[in-house]
């Protein structure tokens, strides 16, 4: 039942802005509503339940939006290993956990720690926007054991971030273990999926009230 909620919310707020839409908007608002409710089906729906909740809609959600679509622009061609996605007014980034992490460690592998610092220098590109770092594990092993550990990545991911300049205050972390699959753990490719580090990006109250105030460029 909440995820049929953040569903239609999202359609509710991807459509509230439709009045002031051309043909190609409103078609681009449908397809986002339709992917809004795909993702929020399969997700457990923090990220996605985040970046919805975090919308204004209207036309200050346009202005947010066209923000955010630069921002994953850069993101997508400063880290090509991760999946960068536009999800409302804001981003969801997911990296495998097996190109991050090694086997039970939260030891970060050197070449993710190249594309978690070239997401920084993006991030510190676009100070007004705020991140939520989760982390997800497969179902192998013991509930408490994927708890821990992903909660030892989120904070592992959090901390390299702020290394690289990104303001703590601008950052939240969350973990779920294995409680959160965003596919059947029925094989390997799909727990392979299943462990993952996200990242939301969405407007802060600095953008908001400048795009609610028109002025945001």
């Not at 909440?2 to 002031?20: D, E, N, P, Q, R």
């Not at 205050?169 to 392979?192: C, L, M, V």
């Amino acid at each position: 039942m909440k995820k049929i909620i953040v569903a239609v919310l999202a359609i509710s707020i991807i459509f509230a802005g439709c009045k002031t839409m051309n043909k190609t908007q409103k078609g681009a608002a449908a397809g986002a509503a339709g992917g809004a409710l795909i993702g929020a089906a399969v997700s457990g729906g923090s990220v996605w339940g985040i970046l919805i909740g975090a919308a204004v809609g209207g036309t200050a959600g346009g202005l947010i939006g066209k923000k955010m679509d630069q921002q994953a622009k850069e993101l997508k061609q400063a880290i090509p290993t991760a999946q960068v996605e536009r999800v409302g007014e804001g981003i969801n980034m997911t990296f495998q956990s097996g190109l991050m992490f090694s086997i039970n460690s939260d030891k970060i592998a050197d070449s993710a720690k190249n594309d978690l610092e070239a997401a920084a220098a993006v991030f510190n590109k676009y100070p007004e926007t705020n991140l939520l770092i989760e982390g997800h594990t497969d179902d192998t092993g013991k509930d408490e054991y994927n708890m821990t550990l992903s909660e030892k990545r989120a904070n592992a991911v959090a901390d390299y971030l702020i290394s690289k300049g990104v303001a703590a205050n601008r950052i939240e972390r969350k973990w779920y273990g294995e409680s959160q699959p965003k596919y059947p753990n029925d094989s390997e490719a799909n727990r392979q999926l299943n462990r993952r580090v996200e990242i939301g990006v969405y407007a802060n109250e600095s953008m908001k009230k400048q795009a609610k105030e028109g002025k945001l460029e």
